[in-house]
């Protein structure tokens, strides 16, 4: 017998019914004899639904007032699920985050788990019960209900997890796994069987979007055996998992895009140390998420550098900008909207070093002109003209093999 | 300075522009002075909607995780009461049950305010702050989140106003206090300035309705002062307090009536010890609430026994009823519907004794017929047709001059 922890996001409780098909799943895992821990997310859209009426209280919001209004989605979600297994002959019972024993920092709105006391989980899993955690939640030292952050219910599965010695952790979501690229665009994208977590880590953070990279990391730091699965289809889903039991031929995983990119540059900026510092110190403090930083080559003393936000954040970088450009002397700032990244991810690429020269000329033949080039040890991104991103992808997946 | 503990039902919390009228009382509160102690059922229907939800998910719900479901809605008001306060520039915070130390019994649904350790909410006060609790919920001995009933929330309050020895516990509601009658029916009803604690119990069961009776009764034990007043209105409203502080003249307070009567009885019950305890039992042992009982002159040995239930359970009792009959060897059953019971309550009936005459005599001028009559210390009630209760309504209330 062994113990699965399975999440189900907010998509999957989105009604009624959605919670019902989410208890046949968790009976079904049940049935082959394994003790069951669930952790839900709120509902559907409810969580958008609290933040619109928390903004009508006025222009601001505390953190840790919307931790206590954020934090009841997950506590319906848990008690109707409970109730759905309940009515299905299945004993089950729900607990709130601090119930579960889930500790964080004296942070709100994005803390991080300290500890999990498992006690209450364990007392309700011996008497032969389903478990559910509203995820996402947790208790400060204080005495305060604390959130995870958007996504914290993946954190919250991955974390208890470690804490039970879960055989594995389920996530269940709206795709049926990670694929090798994103198969609205790519028709012949292949759901992908396993990723090493450093790949999932930068497949997630380029946008593949199905699992937190906050999630991965605490996943790869005590080796908790993650599957991304389909809510509604039974499949396997992809299993993320640690490099070494990968199969090793692997160059490139997948390909992942994200078209929500706008770019920046400041034109011959002074040669001095500190001046990188002066100019992201400044994005920071205006909460401005930057995302590849690229510095071209010097000349005369003097550099470019150039980076990429958010588009939402482009009327926000802009001022920001213009100001650090005139404080520091540099000669001039140019903006691009339109633009899209895409990557080529895969934990094979460390020994082969053509990945990143195979990957331009590809985009060179179809006549893609890059923008910029970023690059890590599993990783290469390129920014391109955004409606130029469904050719590159496609070129680039087959061209791979993928 | 003295310290205020304010309770606003669902109907004054209802959507964000009620909750900053909310404020705006809140807020002159405390600005003459005094500390206030916030206490907010959900959100108007709020709590009807989470139960639909329940039911939903198939015929049977735990008392356990109802509770965990519908403790989210006063947490929620309690938030986005907090985030408009601050939104108004003054400085406040919400808590849970359980965060503002309220201890119940290990019962779910309906459980007992145990004990309040007040620590936290102290602590917040001595900060200036204005302290918001979700009212209605509370934390059992084994961890688990309870409630304390429909209308639980100002038993909440008035448990808090005991603990930290509130001024005053101003209850808000959508009538402007207590009344001689109810003002729909009859025009010319006054608000009273004082209702005594045994008065308030009687005209609250009766279907006065604006204050449970459990909060009643225990500020009537922790000598608690309760002002029922209007959350839309700044007149005073009602107070209840004990009754050797009240005008000592007045022998009637009020008229209360209810319209939701149906009346059962059994014929030539046998005159035996526990025959009486046999039908009311299995009537008990069905969940139907009996409200008035009434037991006839014994002829030849044989009693007929009446009594009356809400109108809905009439369905649910007359089978037990008529099963009961025919095993304890009644000669018949009946029952009647499109009944309503008129009652006046009055701390001055005690020394007062023809009281219930009078009543009687003024029905009887009315040409209303009496189906049922019972008293008690400080109330005396009558079952009569239900057409007939404005009528009945109007002229007692002009005969007691009230």
Same mark, same amino acid.
């Given at each position: 017998m062994g113990l699965v922890v399975q999440k189900f996001g907010g998509s999957s409780v989105g009604d009624i019914d959605k919670i019902k098909n989410v208890a046949y799943r968790v009976i079904?895992?049940?049935?082959? @004899?394994?003790?069951?821990?669930? #952790? #839900?997310?709120?509902?559907?859209? &409810? !969580? %958008?639904?609290l933040i619109a009426l928390a903004r009508q209280t006025g222009p601001n919001q505390s953190e840790r007032e919307m931790d206590m209004l &954020? !934090?009841?989605?997950?506590?319906?979600?848990? *008690?109707? &699920?409970?109730?759905?297994?309940?009515?299905?002959?299945? *004993? *089950? $019972?729900?607990? !709130?985050?601090?119930?579960g024993g889930v500790a964080t920092e004296q942070v709100h709105s994005k803390a991080r788990i300290t500890d999990i006391k498992p006690d209450r989980i364990e007392k309700e899993l011996t008497?032969?019960?389903? #478990?559910?955690?509203? @995820?996402?939640?947790g208790l400060s030292p204080?005495?305060?209900?604390? !959130?995870? @952050?958007?996504?914290g219910s993946d954190t919250t599965a991955v974390? &208890?997890?470690?804490?039970?010695?879960?055989?594995?952790? %389920?996530?269940?979501? %709206? $795709?049926?796994?990670?694929?090798?690229a994103d198969p609205r665009l790519v028709p012949d994208a292949k759901k992908l069987e396993f990723v090493s977590y450093d790949e999932m880590l930068e497949l997630a953070s380029l946008g593949a979007g199905v699992l937190q990279p906050r999630a991965v990391e605490f996943a790869m730091q005590h080796n908790v055996r993650i599957q991304v699965r389909s809510s509604f289809k039974m499949?396997?889903?992809?299993?993320? #998992?640690?490099? @070494?039991?990968?199969?090793?031929n692997r160059i490139v995983t997948g390909v992942a895009h994200d078209l929500n990119v706008a770019k920046l540059a400041l034109f011959d900026v002074p040669d001095q140390p500190g001046i990188a510092s002066t100019i992201f110190q400044a994005l920071a403090e205006a909460s401005i998420n930057v995302d590849m930083i690229v510095q071209a080559d010097m000349r005369d003393g003097r550099n470019d550098i150039a980076f990429t936000v958010c588009k939402d954040d482009l009327h926000l970088a802009l001022p920001v900008v213009e100001r650090v450009a005139k404080d520091i002397g540099a000669?001039?700032?140019?903006?691009?909207? %339109?633009l899209a990244k895409i990557s080529i991810v895969g934990a094979g690429m460390t020994s082969n070093p053509g990945v990143a020269a195979t990957m331009f000329a590809i985009l060179a033949d179809e006549n893609i002109n890059i923008h910029m080039i970023s690059t890590s040890e599993i990783k290469v991104s390129c920014v391109i003209d955004a409606p130029l991103i469904n050719a590159a992808i496609n070129a680039i997946h087959k061209r791979f093999n993928l």
């Open positions: 079904e895992e049940s049935n082959q @004899g394994h003790q069951v821990v669930v #952790v #839900v997310s709120a509902m559907g859209d &409810l !969580t %958008d639904e &954020l !934090t009841t989605g997950e506590q319906q979600s848990a *008690a109707l &699920l409970a109730m759905t297994l309940n009515n299905m002959g299945c *004993a *089950a $019972v729900s607990l !709130t985050g601090w119930q008497q032969n019960k389903i #478990v559910i955690i509203a @995820g996402f939640q204080n005495g305060e209900i604390t !959130t995870l @952050g958007r996504g974390a &208890l997890s470690a804490v039970l010695k879960a055989d594995i952790c %389920d996530i269940y979501t %709206d $795709v049926e796994g990670v694929y090798t499949e396997p889903g992809t299993l993320v #998992v640690e490099g @070494g039991k990968m199969e090793s000669s001039g700032t140019s903006c691009g909207q %339109d």
